[in-house]
């Protein structure tokens, strides 16, 4: 019996390593799951209603590019730009998308274009590129987050 106690004493003291680990500080596991993350992608992409049966991820995200694309051209297409700029055929906006499912677009030139009015081009696309069907923001492990993107607007369709 004397045996089962020595035995029993023995596993008490060599448990307690058991009892005695560290544990990571709150600060340490959030930056550990900071850089797990991959801030470059999302979970979901912004979509549209008419995008939303759709159940692949690159699919929907097509979807989503092409309806906006094709909003943007109708409204762009009554317009004057094309008429004021002919030598300009396609535009490249900058679309961003806030958490509160707002629009803000942006026109992208080159760096050397002295040819175009920017900011008469920009107030024509703000004053016309308004009203867009309800527009679902990107989603990053369940809360709705901003993102951009550019899109290239064809002018015209000839």
Known sequence: MKQYYFFLVFIFFNSCQY???QIPSEKELLQKELKSINWKEVDEYPSVVDCEKIDDK???QHCFFEVLTMLIQEKLSV???SILYPELDT???KVTVFP???LQFE???PKDSVAYDTIKIDSILKARLVNFPKINPAIKRGIPV???FILPVILKVE
């Open 19 to 21: 009892f005695d680990k």
């Open 58 to 60: 690159k699919q929907r």
């Open 79 to 81: 317009d004057t730009l």
């Open 91 to 93: 535009i490249e906006v």
């Open 100 to 102: 509160n499912a707002t």
């Open 107 to 109: 026109p992208q030139f």
């Open 146 to 148: 901003k993102t951009q």
